[in-house]
Structures are given as structure tokens and as C-alpha cells.
Nanobody
Framework: QVQLVESGGGLVQAGDSLRLSCAASGRTFSTYTLGWFRQAPGKEREFVAAITGVSIARYADSVKARFTISRDNAENTVYLQMNSLKPEDTAVYYC????????????????WGQGTQVTVSS
């Protein structure tokens, strides 16, 4: 069992940066692929970024070159550094964990956090 708790969301202006954190419980953190997903109002949840236990990363095209995912296995934490934020990045951001590959679809992840709200004003 893995429990995930996201933090770091907030209200920012376009062009600003935010760093989201996701703290995980469990002794086998390093074996999990961690993913960030987001859901905007009225839209389906979508993939943002994922990182494997050996730090192989993948990004959605919409965030590539602006967002960076990283993890600290010693601290059981995964991060999402978000730069050059745009109003269309406004969403609830969710952290997820699974024993999956970096290309795994969203429904393959076993554990989910409660989400943290990111709002980007224009």
C-alpha cells in the first residue's frame, strides 16, 4: 500500500513558476514509477509527466521544455517543477504511483493522491 500526498499548488500569474511535491509512504518507493496527471474543469484527466525508479522521464507535449519531473528516493518524494506557466495549465494536479513502465497509460497506476489545485491567471 502506498499513500501519496501532494502539496505546492496555488494561484500564480502567467509566466510564474511553481514546484509541486508528492510525498509517498512505503518502503518500496524506488520500485514505483511516479506520474503527474491533471484535470481541468470540464475536461478529462490527462497525463503530464512520469518518472521511473531509475529516473527515466516522459512528458506530455504540452509541458515539454517547461516542466521537469524529478524524484528523491531517499526522501520518498517526487517533484514537478513548472516554469513559464500558462492559464491553460490551470487544473487539479494529481500524483500517482504504479509498478509500471514510463509509457504506461493512466489507468495502469495503482495509487493516487487527493490532488492539489494550480491556478494560473492571465
Amino acid at each position: 500500500q502506498v499513500q501519496l500526498v501532494e502539496s505546492g499548488g496555488g494561484l500564480v500569474q502567467a509566466g510564474d513558476s511553481l514546484r509541486l511535491s508528492c510525498a509517498a509512504s512505503g518502503r518500496t518507493f524506488s520500485t514505483y514509477t511516479l506520474g503527474w496527471f491533471r484535470q481541468a474543469p470540464g475536461k478529462e484527466r490527462e497525463f503530464v509527466a512520469a518518472i521511473t525508479g531509475v529516473s527515466i522521464a516522459r512528458y506530455a507535449d504540452s509541458v515539454k521544455a517547461r516542466f521537469t519531473i524529478s524524484r528523491d528516493n531517499a526522501e520518498n518524494t517526487v517533484y514537478l517543477q513548472m516554469n513559464s506557466l500558462k492559464p491553460e495549465d490551470t487544473a487539479v494536479y494529481y500524483c500517482a504511483a504504479g509498478v509500471v513502465g514510463v509509457l504506461a497509460p493512466m489507468n495502469s497506476y495503482d495509487y493516487w493522491g487527493q490532488g492539489t489545485q494550480v491556478t494560473v491567471s492571465s
